[in-house]
């Protein structure tokens, strides 16, 4: 198979040209926008839409079946992306203009969705349309799909989610799932490859308290805003309790060799250093996140004036929930910790996707190819992503679904959901290489 990345950085460059950004606002969806980039994904990848079926789900979600000859039973394969990015930011702060594609005498490409995360979606379609021009039929089916509301957590209608009900209805079910996620790090202990196979969970709620308003220069001793500061501040004191799930222990015993420090020593049996990883839980947000269902506020409202006291006032949190813990456990802490003038109400959230396996044949398959492309040493953890992915709308159809893609690692990237987001294009083929090689091997 002959590589050219000179190629997928055009295509990519052309991708990054088409403002795809989504919005909470459903009705300012740029739909025409992904339209576009649909049209152009026709053009670069000709092979792709003669012999793949092509299906739009929902506004502009894509759909591609590839049916294979049925000699293997092997459940299909399932390729995510998103199609969408998130807002680009301060035009002046940008080296290049965000949806320029523009790649500079370095080889480094700048514009908002390069890495995130049209870079797979590239990878993904490029992989296919080179088996095809070799002529290659999988002996099972592979689907890819590829949706818009991503970066705004699905908002209201989740792309993905439409899509998953679809291959529900249609019986499907996949022995891999790739998403976006996780890669190849160089760490100087050696490389990572963080396969990983989990996400907290994610909600925002919106708390209230309402009491008279008025003037404000007869303020009362405390108003509805300054009780509900002291009830958020509350909540900060009094989080959900630190706890060690099976997870987390998988993740840092795959960690330790490559843990400096008394921090890999703990790692290496997390169960029997469970009290001073505590202690320093407590210290550090890197490790605190991944022993507790973290809240935290972000946003508040008071009245609509200075002198007014205000009738009503509203703060939103966020929430990331750990596996295994529930929205109502969380709601059930809220009620125990805040006094009960304090209101709140779920404004979108979901639990903890379930963890896919380590021990299935989609995993063997990952870890099998990514230590082809990147040496028998290359460290395979486990792990859990920080933010939330496409894929969890997966994981009632499959216990393999991986937030990982293996391409090489590159200090040259970076900017994502920043100004100035790059990626460097001489790393291009070896993203393509992996789900080539990921599609051949899956069939053996
Ligand atoms: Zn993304």
């Keep these: 198979m002959k590589y050219d990345k000179k ?43 003669k012999h793949l079926t092509r299906e739009i789900m929902g506004k502009c979600g894509l759909v591609f079946h590839w049916k294979g000859t049925g000699k293997s039973d092997k459940l299909p394969i399932l390729f995510c992306a998103h199609q969408d990015v998130v807002p680009e930011g301060d035009w002046n702060n940008w080296k290049y203009p965000p949806f320029s594609g523009h790649i500079d005498e370095e080889g ?30 999988p002996d099972y089916d592979i689907y890819m799909a590829f949706g818009y509301n991503e970066e705004i957590m699905g908002g209201p209608g989740a792309a993905c989610q439409i899509i998953a009900d679809e291959f529900a209805k249609r019986g499907i079910r996949f022995g891999l799932v790739l998403d976006e996620g996780g890669g190849v790090a160089n ?51 009094n989080p959900m309790p630190l ?22 020593e703990l790692k290496a049996d997390p169960a ?20 507790r269902t973290t809240t935290t506020p972000t946003m508040a409202q008071g009245s609509a004036q200075a002198n007014i006291l205000p009738e009503k006032a ?48 989609g995993f063997k398959v990952v870890s099998k190819v990514v230590r082809e492309l990147h040496g028998e040493d290359v460290v395979i953890v486990p792990g859990l992503v920080a933010g939330g992915t496409d894929s969890r709308y997966y994981c009632p159809l499959s216990d393999s679904v991986y937030r990982f893609v293996g391409g090489k690692a590159s200090s040259r990237v ?31």
């Design 414 to 444: 970076g900017g994502v959901h920043a100004v100035n987001e790059h990626i460097d294009t001489e790393v291009l083929d070896s993203n393509v290489e992996f789900f080539v090689r990921i599609i051949q091997t899956y069939g053996e």
């Design 108 to 137: 480094i490409m700048w514009g908002r969705g390069s890495g995130d995360c049209k870079m797979t979606l590239m990878a993904e379609m490029e992989a296919v349309e080179a088996l095809l021009e070799e002529g290659y039929t």
């Design 314 to 361: 509203s703060v939103i949190t966020n929430s990331r929930l750990l596996p295994g813990d529930t929205l109502e456990e969380l709601e059930a802490h809220f009620k125990a910790v805040l006094p009960e003038y304090v209101h709140f109400r779920l404004a979108k959230g979901h639990n903890p996707p379930s963890i896919s396996r380590t021990d299935s044949d």
């Design 187 to 237: 760490t100087p202990n050696g490389k990572v490859a963080s396969i990983n196979v989990g996400e907290k969970g994610y909600a925002d709620y919106e708390f209230w308290v309402e009491d008279g308003g008025g003037h404000a220069a007869m303020p009362p001793e405390h108003n509805a805003l300054g009780k509900l500061g002291k009830a958020m501040y509350d909540l900060e004191c």
């Design 272 to 291: 029997a250093n469970w009290e001073e990883l505590q202690k320093i839980c407590l210290e550090t947000r890197e490790n605190n996140q991944f022993f």
């Design 243 to 264: 706890k060690l799930v099976d997870a987390v222990i998988q993740m840092f015993k795959a960690q330790a060799p490559i843990t400096a420090g008394r921090m890999g």
């Design 7 to 49: 190629k997928y950085a055009e295509h990519l460059s052309g991708m990054v040209k088409f403002p795809t950004v989504s919005n909470v606002d459903p009705d300012k969806l740029p739909t025409e926008e992904f339209l576009k980039m649909h049209k152009y994904l026709e053009e670069i990848y000709p092979l792709v839409h």
